[in-house]
């Protein structure tokens, strides 16, 4: 891998410190639903997505509960650096997907000599916290259609960046972000198309009517 191919986290980086990087580093290739990292497991590195999705979930009692999904260029497990060594949640694969894998102790070392590095990482936590925050409202103060209308808005701002895209996660990983069961999040997705809300053919998703997504999203 090239230092250009990570410019907003390792773009300040010395040539000699790049190499001290890459001495410590492993590009790792993962098919669909492989495991990545295991939550309760030690934490050894911070993985930066070169290509593909992944999804980031905490495991309770034999159920899941997916808290994000992170794609190229994002990073995970800044948030298990200082946590007793041990990561936080899981983290698998949805797509073929390629991560770059940095030593976490070679982390901490940026994190300590480069401001602008320390800076960054603060910022992906703070993200990591605040979006948080809005899935535990989601989760605790809305109607099972609201958090399906929170789930569909959120895949068409901050992943796809379109209203019409296709939906890459299965049934079941929908049901496991809204914190419902698998046949609520089928009987709503399928509410939402006939409500002409939506319209869901296969995983393609389009917004029809923006305007009452949001209004469920809000009052849901």
């Known amino acids: 891998m090239k230092k250009e191919d990570f410019p907003i986290w390792f773009g300040q980086l010395t040539d000699e410190h790049w190499s001290i990087v890459l001495k410590n580093s492993v590009c790792l290739d993962y098919n669909k639903n492989e495991i990545v990292c295991k939550q309760g497991a030690f934490a050894t590195n911070v993985y930066f997505v070169v290509s593909g999705m992944l999804k980031v979930y905490k495991e309770y009692k034999g159920e899941n509960l997916i808290m994000s999904f992170v794609r190229k260029g994002e990073v995970f497990g800044l948030s298990s650096i200082y946590n007793n060594a041990t ?50 409202v989601s989760l605790t ?11 569909i ?67 849901g």
Request: hydrophobic fraction near 40%; aromatic fraction near 8%.
């Open 87 to 136: 990561n936080l949640f899981s983290v698998a694969s949805i797509t073929p997907t390629t991560v770059f894998s940095v030593n976490i102790n070679v982390i901490k070392n940026q994190i300590r000599e480069y401001p602008d590095f320390a800076e960054k990482s603060i910022i992906q936590l703070n993200k990591e916290y605040a979006d948080t925050i809005e899935r535990i």
């Open 141 to 151: 103060q809305k109607q099972l259609n609201g958090r399906m209308a929170d789930a």
């Open 153 to 219: 808005l959120h895949f068409a701002r901050n992943i796809y960046g379109s209203d019409e895209f296709n939906m890459q996660i299965t049934r079941r990983d929908m049901a496991d972000f809204c914190g419902m069961s698998t046949e609520s999040a089928i009987r709503i997705l399928k509410e939402l198309h006939n409500d002409k809300i939506i319209s869901l053919e296969g995983k393609n998703v389009k917004i029809i009517n923006k305007q009452q997504l949001e209004s469920l999203s809000e009052f």
